[in-house]
């Protein structure tokens, strides 16, 4: 299962939005590799296609994709240095798939800011760095204990160390390690490294109903923030933590008009996981019928076989084919049978490239 760990300096709301995914979880037992941790919440993919299919097959059960969100002790500067919680912090992250980094985004006087004075950019940048400083550390340490084997004239220490090198000199002038410009083969070469700042971030711009709320100030320090974030190429979501934990108590039925009483008029929550799930290139596909309706993940491009292990390793291991169609034709021919007749079902062999949204079954030796 994916695992997503929740960064971000003190009193930015990072708690308050991990209670308000939290609520939304889906249930344990569906997920049997889950670890039962009360910093660890599983949160269901929306996906309405799910409800779609699983009313046509009328399933027993509804399993959405799944996240693996963890809260993770607030940062504070000088964490790579050991500040804080320090080296704990920095293990808990290196664990996860993706980081999700959440930033203040409103002044409240009665909600003390760690650094004195609420600004974006300059939290973000002091986040960054001190995953860049214990990047550059481990970069450092890496190349010492292959100096000896690089000394020696081996092929793969020395093909190694040319890639840490170029790292370093990225990570030492404060660029991201994603930024580093590696081609495959180095990028695999280091892979072992678990780089914090190798891995996507998600930034969260966390607003406050009724508050003064940086998008609408007009100060200058919106616009820097999304300049900066821009620079570092990358996705960010508006969120209001504290309201969609208020709303993760109100029944569903009510939930829109509570939402509109708040003013908040979409479901941030939704959007971050979605904005989650895109960071890290995933895609949903599906398996439907009497039992259940499930979505599985799988990475954009993934072949049929690769696909199949989501399921079970014999439908990659034994492959024979999948017949496939796609949620909106399956929709509208009605039913499995039906999608056949219609010449709507496809035949795909161990090449087929899974596309978001395909209904599938496999078949297997």
């Not at 249930?27 to 996906?47: H, K, L, M, Q, R």
């Not at 046509?56 to 050991?82: M, N, Q, T, W, Y």
């Not at 989650?276 to 491009?301: C, H, K, M, N, Q």
């Amino acid at each position: 299962m994916l695992k997503i760990g929740i960064v971000g300096l003190p009193n930015v709301g990072k708690s308050t939005l991990f209670n308000a995914l939290t609520k939304a979880s889906v249930p344990a037992e569906n997920y049997p590799f889950c670890t039962i941790d009360p910093s660890v919440g599983v949160v269901g993919v929306p996906d309405p296609r799910l409800d779609q299919l699983a009313a046509l097959s009328k399933s027993a059960k509804v399993i959405p994709a799944a996240i693996e969100f963890v809260d993770i002790a607030g940062l504070v500067r000088g964490a790579a240095e050991g500040e804080g919680l320090g080296n704990q912090f920095l293990s808990h992250i290196r664990e996860t798939d993706a980081i999700l980094e959440v930033v203040r985004f409103f002044d409240d006087s009665e909600v003390h800011h760690v650094e004195g004075a609420v600004d974006p950019s300059h939290d973000i940048e002091t986040v960054n760095l001190e995953l860049i400083l214990a990047d550059l550390e481990q970069v450092r340490k890496r190349r010492e204990r292959l100096a000896r084997d690089v000394k020696a004239g081996v092929k793969e220490a020395i093909a190694e160390e040319a890639a840490l090198a170029k790292l370093e000199n990225n990570l030492s002038e404060g660029i991201l390690a994603r930024a580093a410009a590696l081609d495959a083969d180095e990028a695999k070469r280091i892979e072992h490294l678990n780089l914090l700042t190798m891995k996507p971030i998600l930034y969260v711009l966390n607003k406050k109903s009724g508050g003064m709320n940086l998008d609408e100030l007009n100060d200058g320090r919106a616009e820097a923030c999304h300049a900066l974030l821009g620079a570092l190429g990358a996705r960010s979501v508006l969120v209001d933590a504290a309201t969609e934990r208020e709303l993760s108590d109100v029944a569903d039925e009510d939930r829109a008009t509570f939402r509109e009483e708040f003013g908040v008029h979409e479901d941030g929550l939704a959007g971050l996981i979605r904005g989650a799930y895109d960071i890290l290139g995933l895609i949903s596909f599906f398996t439907t019928g009497p039992e259940e309706t499930r979505a599985w993940t799988v990475v954009r491009g993934s072949a049929a076989p690769e696909a199949g292990a989501a399921i079970h390793t014999d439908f990659r291991d034994k492959f024979i084919r999948a017949e496939v169609v796609s949620t909106a034709d399956l929709l509208a021919a009605g039913s499995w049978a039906a999608a056949r007749e219609s010449g709507k079902l496809l035949a795909a062999g161990k090449d087929y490239v899974v596309r978001d949204g395909d209904v599938m079954v496999f078949l297997h030796g």
